[in-house]
C-alpha cells in the first residue's frame, strides 16, 4: 500500500553540524506537492516546506529539500544545524485525487552545544 | 493567517465517560481533520471532513466519532473514553488542492482515567 518512511526516529547532533533528515515514498500522486512539517515543542505543527518539481531545490527557513522521483525521495537538509532547529519533523506526501496527505512517523531532531 | 482553536486545551475524563474535543476554524477552509499525537507514532489520521456534513474515516477511526455541522467547527467524540485514548489531540485545517498546507490548531492533552 502507500506509505512513506522515515528511517531515523531519533536524530542527535552537535550544533554547527550539517542536518539530513530521511523521507522516502512509496507512491505520490501526480503532479503533487510534498510536505515537511516542523513541530517544535508545546508548539503546534506547521508547514516547513514543500515542493512539486523533480530535481528542483526548495529553500524555506535555511532547510532546503530536492524532489528526486527517480529515488522517491525528499530529504530535508540544513547546512549547520542550529539549538533552536530541534524539533519534530515530518515528511508528508499525498496519496489519492483529494490530495490526501500520509503521515511520516516523524524523526525527532535533537541539537546539543 | 489561518486560525484554528481547539477546546477545551486539558481534559482529564473517566473511562466509560463520553467525551468531546471542539475545534473552531475562521479561515473558511473546506477540508478540517483530527489526529493523534503519541511518543513513537507521530501523527496519526482519527477522521477528517470534506466539509459540512460530511466526515470520512482516517487511518485509526476506532472508537471515535466525529461531526462537521457547519463549515468552521469540526468535533472528535469518544463515546465511551479508554485509557487507550490517552493522548495529545490536534485539529487542523485546509483548503482543497495540490497546493493546500494544513493548518494546526494548539492542541488538546486529553488523559483518561
Known amino acids: 500500500g502507500d506509505s512513506v518512511t522515515q528511517k531515523e526516529g531519533l536524530v542527535t547532533l552537535t550544533e554547527g553540524l550539517p542536518v539530513m533528515l530521511n523521507c522516502t515514498y512509496q507512491?505520490?500522486?501526480?503532479?503533487?506537492?510534498l510536505f515537511w512539517y516542523v513541530h517544535y515543542l508545546n508548539e503546534s505543527p506547521r508547514l516547513l516546506l514543500k515542493?512539486?518539481?523533480d530535481n528542483k531545490r526548495t529553500e524555506h527557513q535555511g532547510f532546503h529539500a530536492t524532489l528526486h522521483k527517480s529515488s522517491s525521495s525528499f530529504h530535508l537538509q540544513k547546512s549547520s544545524a542550529q539549538l533552536s532547529d530541534s524539533a519534530l519533523y515530518y515528511c508528508?506526501?499525498?496519496?489519492?485525487?483529494?490530495?490526501?496527505?500520509?503521515w511520516g512517523s516523524g524523526t525527532k531532531l535533537i541539537i546539543k552545544p | 493567517e489561518a486560525a484554528v482553536t481547539q477546546s477545551p486545551r486539558n481534559k482529564v475524563a473517566v473511562t466509560g465517560g463520553k467525551v468531546t474535543l471542539s475545534c473552531n476554524q475562521t479561515?473558511?477552509?473546506?477540508?478540517m481533520y483530527w489526529y493523534r499525537q503519541d511518543t513513537g507514532h507521530g501523527l496519526r489520521l482519527i477522521h477528517y471532513?470534506?466539509?459540512?456534513?460530511?466526515?470520512e474515516k482516517g487511518d485509526i477511526p476506532d472508537g471515535y466519532k466525529a461531526s462537521r455541522p457547519s463549515q468552521e467547527n469540526f468535533s472528535l467524540i469518544l463515546e465511551l473514553a479508554t485509557p487507550s485514548q490517552t493522548s495529545v489531540y490536534f485539529c487542523?485545517?485546509?483548503?482543497?488542492?495540490?497546493?493546500?498546507?494544513?493548518?494546526f490548531g494548539p492542541g488538546t492533552r486529553l488523559t483518561v482515567l
Open positions: 508528508a506526501p499525498p496519496v489519492d485525487s483529494n490530495y490526501q496527505l500520509i
Open positions: 507512491t505520490i500522486y501526480s503532479n503533487a506537492f
Open positions: 515542493s512539486s518539481t
Open positions: 479561515n473558511n477552509h473546506n477540508n
Open positions: 471532513s470534506y466539509g459540512a456534513g460530511s466526515t
Open positions: 487542523a485545517s485546509g483548503d482543497r488542492g495540490r497546493r493546500a498546507e494544513q493548518f
